[in-house]
């Protein structure tokens, strides 16, 4: 017997054996390296990026398994003076979200656009507080682009 | 293979809109992405999913990183959290206690011999599958092409550098008993010789004080 974590012979073999296997039978699909490149092309120069700064599925009461039918996932993105902040609420497939940018954009830039990474991008219009809505949306990553009195940002991808 | 020198003019090329040095990234590093995202315990369409997210994380942070020539290290960071969050979503347990002290039996070495002749890559699998999930994850990381150092290990699972290898040891002990457990299935999972009884379940959860 050989105890505890102590370095034995045979370890780098074992270590091999796993490095080939992992690499030879569980090796990275093609289809998940091209969406990798595809990536790319969702780049974006012109905007300022908000952070995902808090997501409620990683609060302590979600780790707990307090999560229930009906909960309300609630996202805050920020970065500087801007926020945005989200809450869905789930029901099968689809997404219901109600946000709000802060500060609020100027009357001429009442708009938030919800970007799905596959495909289609949904506009929203804000109301003077910067509020939206949006029901029915499909279950996949998504982010948001808006316009507020600062300039363009957009949010972290994240899938609802 | 990547030298890790060579990570950082590929990310500032990347960062300047080199779409070339992107595709090379992607092509050195999406099997580490896969490594910590099947270490973690998802696959499929999650997996796939979950590396998707870390890529397109990876394009919007790309020109910020402070460390240019520790993208592997982001990326790694960044796919665990991105698994984890994913599990939380829905429902899973994150197993964060640490790994328990077995006796790897002596015999095994032979088994490992076998295998290694046999080039029995499949069993190698199985036997991963069947030992505490954050062995996997450990040696999931400590095996991934390119090779992550201690410190971007340490920083990804978010553990002190001096937890690694006591670790690793104790990982590759259990990793040992299911080899032997699978190359002689006559013998019952409580029964393998060592004296030392399995959990229920023979893997996986692990109900120890966290760390």
Redesign the interface.
């Given at each position: 017997m050989t105890a505890g974590g102590a370095p034995r012979e045979g370890d780098e073999q074992l270590m091999g054996l796993i490095r080939e296997a992992t690499a030879a039978q569980d090796a990275v699909p093609d289809r998940v390296v091209e969406a990798a490149r595809e990536a790319w092309t969702w780049r974006t120069v012109d905007a300022e990026l908000v952070a995902l700064l808090h997501d409620s599925t990683m609060d302590d009461d979600a780790l707990a398994g307090v999560r229930g039918a009906g909960t309300v996932r609630a996202l805050s993105f920020g970065a500087g003076d801007h926020m945005i902040e989200v809450e869905i609420s789930e029901d099968g497939d689809r997404r219901r979200l109600v946000g709000q940018v802060m500060p609020p954009p100027g009357p001429g830039e009442r708009t938030i656009v919800v970007d799905r990474l596959d495909g289609g991008a949904l506009e929203l219009e804000l109301d003077e507080l910067g509020r939206f809505e949006a029901d029915r949306l499909s279950a996949g990553l998504v982010r948001l682009r808006t316009t507020d009195v600062e300039g363009r940002v957009v949010t972290e991808w994240v899938a609802i | 293979m990547l030298q890790p020198e060579e990570a950082r003019p590929l990310v500032l090329a990347a960062a300047g809109?080199d779409?070339a040095a992107?595709?090379r990234l992607?092509?050195e590093f999406?099997?580490l992405?896969?490594?910590v995202i099947?270490g973690c315990g998802l696959f499929g369409a999650e997996?796939?999913?979950v590396?998707?997210?870390v890529?397109?994380?990876?394009?919007?942070?790309i020109d910020r990183l402070r460390e240019a020539e520790r993208a592997g290290a982001w990326l790694a960071t960044t796919a665990r959290h991105e698994c984890?969050?994913?599990m939380?979503?829905s429902?899973r347990?994150?197993v964060t206690a640490d790994v328990p002290?077995v006796?790897?039996?002596?015999e095994t070495?032979a088994v490992?011999?076998a295998?290694?002749v046999a080039?029995d890559?499949?069993a190698?699998?199985v036997a991963?599958g069947r030992i505490p999930a954050r062995c996997q994850e450990l040696?999931?990381l400590?095996?991934a092409?390119p090779p992550l150092s201690y410190d971007d290990i340490a920083e990804a699972m978010n553990v002190p550098r001096g937890w690694i290898?006591?670790?690793?040891?104790?990982c590759?002990?259990h990793?040992?008993r299911a080899l032997a457990q699978d190359a002689a299935p006559g013998r019952g999972p409580d029964d393998d010789g060592?004296g030392i009884r399995h959990a229920p379940g023979g893997s996986g959860q692990v109900k120890e004080a966290d760390r």
């Open positions: - | 809109g779409r992107w595709d992607v092509e999406s099997g992405v896969w490594s099947r997996a796939a999913d590396s998707q997210t890529w397109l994380r990876f394009v919007e942070h984890f969050r994913v939380r979503r429902g347990q994150v002290e006796a790897g039996p002596d070495d490992v011999e295998l290694a080039e890559r499949g190698v699998l991963l040696l999931r400590m095996t092409e290898g006591p670790t690793r040891g104790r590759l002990n990793l040992r060592s």
